[in-house]
């Protein structure tokens, strides 16, 4: 599956002297994405550090893909290719219409891994270091003690319904991995999501039709909540 604005995306950088790779990962990569539901996500690798000068570059460029693919949630993280793998340091990112700082988290990386295409320069495989599926199962528990963890004890968080149904995929995807040390796509975990019939029919038809709207947002909402926060209680620790 392929969008026009990772074309273009990987047009500019590609003159660019200091990218040095782009690879796409996520929904995209699969052939899982869902236009209007998910993500576009990608990584870039730089030569150096972006100075302020090249901020500012970045966010131009990404300003004008946002206004002309309205809608398409590009997102990419530009990754100091000397810090790779220096699990610590946060690098300038684009997300959701801003620049930010992240992590490149282990979750990342080992879905690089697993499915990472490179759309400029080597694999994902060349550079990262490889994972094991102890590593992988490590990677997940990072993340439902980290950003799930903390998300849990924000319950209003919960009452968005695109917040919601991410909770519940993830967390049917978070069970799989820790129990197999593989990774599953959103739609594949659909059937492993914890939800009563017509919370899972919801949640599957708005992935489908694109909508983020739900008439049931109290009832979604709480079996979101509940689902996350027992999943972290029973997997948020090695077994």
Do not use: N
């Amino acid at each position: 599956m392929e969008h026009p604005a990772v074309d273009a995306l990987a047009a500019e950088l590609a003159q660019r002297g200091w990218v040095s790779d782009l690879w796409l990962h996520g929904s995209l990569a699969t052939g899982d994405h869902r236009p209007g539901v998910s993500d576009i996500d990608l990584v870039a690798i730089t030569t150096r550090p972006l100075d302020a000068s090249r901020l500012r570059e970045v966010d131009r460029v990404h300003r004008r893909l946002d206004a002309t693919w309205p809608g398409s949630a590009l997102g990419c993280a530009y990754v100091d290719g000397s810090r790779l793998d220096d699990l610590r340091v946060e690098h300038p990112t684009w997300t959701h219409g801003r620049l930010v700082e992240r992590r490149l988290s282990s979750m990342v990386r080992a879905e690089l891994l697993d499915i990472g295409r490179p759309l400029l320069g080597r694999d994902p495989a060349a550079l990262l270091a490889p994972m094991s599926r102890d590593d992988i199962k490590a990677a997940v528990r990072e993340e439902l003690t980290g950003y799930w963890s903390w998300a849990v004890r924000r319950p209003w968080l919960f009452l968005d319904s695109r917040h919601a149904d991410l909770a519940l995929v993830s967390m049917a995807r978070a069970r799989t991995t820790i129990a197999t040390g593989t990774l599953m796509t959103k739609t594949e975990a659909l059937a492993q999501v914890r939800a009563p019939a017509r919370v899972v029919d919801g949640l599957r038809r708005r992935r489908t039709a694109g909508s983020r709207r739900t008439p049931i947002a109290p009832l979604l909402a709480h079996h979101a909540w509940h689902d996350t926060r027992r999943t972290i209680g029973e997997h948020g620790r090695p077994g």
